[in-house]
């Protein structure tokens, strides 16, 4: 026992010696180090000042059911079924709520989308693609893959991909032409692949439209989907639409995109005044038009008296009871947007909304089989 109880004296002994004076320690270099935040790091949602309680919430949900605004999302859906409206609600959403997101487009907005980084398509790095397409001039067909991924991924890693990507919402409309599973070997194919990689290094999220699935890259593409967005069209009013978002994963054995979690609706009226986009207001083009019913000499009466936002002539209407809001809406719709082939197109009043801010012909006059309960 006694030798024991001298064992565990002598090992503490050992364990705390006598450490001598030390001089003071250099100041450490700090460009040897890397303080900036790291994945695991709890940064916050940063939103856009002035934002309603509302749309704060709204904000906080679009942020965490993207994952922080970063991976890839497919859009899909038939001709006319809302992959553009999706798309372009979606970059304006984000530009409005998150002022520290850059927004990257691949073709140009109208001028109510208001401003964005810039574009990004294979005509901004057109350069880039063509020094890839040289790197594979020369090499056996065996080894052509090989050398345009080493070259994409040396893209991808260089300061130029870095200050284009960096903290980025990437909108493209054509997507599938970028990935497409027939042209493997396409160097912006590549690109998209390399970037895929690093979609969390460089904290950018891809939204991407597509009408089949099939078209997409199997290597390029497909193992990097995170979420997927199926757009329906309700058949009774044809400018509000239902988005169908999933988290999915790819499933290479049996070559699908299969959902891993709870579907969750995103309801979105395109044809709806939004006092937020542009200066809001609502402004008459046909000052001589003859009303053809009662609420339409209601609504042109009271926007000419001043009345000439969304929000003041709901507001007014209602309390004075003359129209719900249903009824308000109904009616400017059809005073303004192009209906057809249901309704004969007016356009006596123009205001701003999500189809004011992209140029689609397919919006909002375009049938679609894909179907959404009303």
Known sequence: ?????????????????????????????DTLFDES????????????????????????????????????????????????TFLNWFLYTCKRFFPGKRILRDE????????????FNEERIKEDLDRMRSVATGVSALQVDNAMERAADKWVNSERAKVLLQGSIVGITEYWKW???????????????????MSRHFDTLIIGNTQLESDLDKKTCKPFINWRVTCTRSQRDTSRYTFILERVKYDRRMD???P????????????????YIGDGKIIIKKPNYRPETLEEAIVLEAIKAGLDTYEELVGFLEAAGDMSEFEVLRTLKELCLNLMPRKRYKGVITYPCIYFIFN???????STNVKAGD
């Open 256 to 258: 699908l995109i299969v």
């Open 360 to 366: 689609s012909r397919s919006a909002p006059n375009l």
């Open 260 to 275: 891993i979690g709870r579907p969750f609706a995103i309801p979105v009226d395109a044809g709806k005044p939004r006092s």
């Open 179 to 197: 990935v497409y599973s027939r042209e493997p070997h396409k160097p912006i194919n590549k690109t998209m692949g390399a970037i895929h990689k």
């Open 37 to 84: 935040a790291g994945y695991e790091d709890e940064t916050g949602i940063k939103l856009a000042p002035g934002l309603s309680d509302q749309e704060r919430r709204r904000a906080t949900l679009i942020y965490r059911l993207f994952n922080g605004l970063w991976g890839l999302c497919i859009v899909r859906g038939d001709p006319g079924s809302g992959k553009d």
């Open 1 to 29: 026992m006694v030798t024991t109880l001298r064992t565990r004296e002598s090992i503490r002994e050992l364990d705390t010696p006598d450490m001598p004076d030390m001089p003071d320690m250099p100041e450490l270099d």
């Open 108 to 119: 140009r907005p109208r001028k109510l989308f208001g401003p964005y980084a810039g574009l």
